[in-house]
Structure formats: structure tokens, C-alpha cells
């Protein structure tokens, strides 16, 4: 008799979040998972054949080669629309403008 796992896949958008539990045979990779899961069904567009995927919050390098283990949850994440130290930078670059604006017309 084959050993069977319970698992997740997850895939959320601003808008819409899914959470498919799948019970796949034991030894299927991350990657498996989330192609066996059909959440490109509810998200047209995703490609899961190259998206990042994570568990529980932790990116995985080689989703292809990570076997799941029995109540784990694989993420699929979302590309970055931007970098988040770039983000930062300009944040902080405004706020020190508007502090020597406040300075000068104080000053």
C-alpha cells in the first residue's frame, strides 16, 4: 500500500485568496504539488511550472527537489512588482526632503 500525504497549496492576490488540501502519494516535490493542484483554474495566467514557491513563509531554492512532508503548506508567491530596498530608499529620500523643506521654511 502506497503512503499518502495531506498537504495545501496556496495562492492569494490582493483581491482573492485560494487554499486547495490535496492528498498527493508520499515523495512528491513541492513543484508536483502545485502543478497536480489545477490552482492555475482559478488564477487564469499563473505560471506554475516556474512561479516561486514557499512553506510556511520560507522561500524554497529548489521547489523541484523539496519532498513534502504529511500537513505542510506550499505557498506559490507572486512576482515582486518591486524591488523592497528600492521601495525603502525612495521612502527615505522623501522623507529627508520634506524634512529640509519643513527646516527651511521654518528657518
Not at 488540501?21 to 497536480?36: D, I, K, N, Q, S
Not at 500537513?71 to 527615505?92: S, T
Request: hydrophobic residues 40%.
Amino acid at each position: 500500500m502506497d503512503r499518502l500525504i495531506s498537504v495545501e497549496v496556496v495562492h492569494a492576490r490582493p483581491d482573492k485568496q485560494v487554499i486547495l488540501r490535496l492528498t498527493l502519494p508520499y515523495g512528491t516535490t513541492a513543484r508536483e504539488a502545485v502543478l497536480r493542484s489545477g490552482m492555475e483554474e482559478h488564477f487564469p495566467g499563473l505560471h506554475l511550472h516556474e512561479a516561486p514557491l514557499g512553506i510556511f513563509g520560507k522561500q524554497l531554492p529548489k521547489p523541484e527537489e523539496r519532498v513534502l512532508e504529511d500537513g505542510e503548506r506550499v505557498e506559490i508567491y507572486r512576482p515582486l512588482i518591486a524591488d523592497p530596498k528600492e521601495v525603502r530608499k525612495l521612502r527615505a529620500a522623501r522623507a529627508a526632503q520634506a524634512k529640509a523643506a519643513t527646516n527651511e521654511a521654518n528657518g
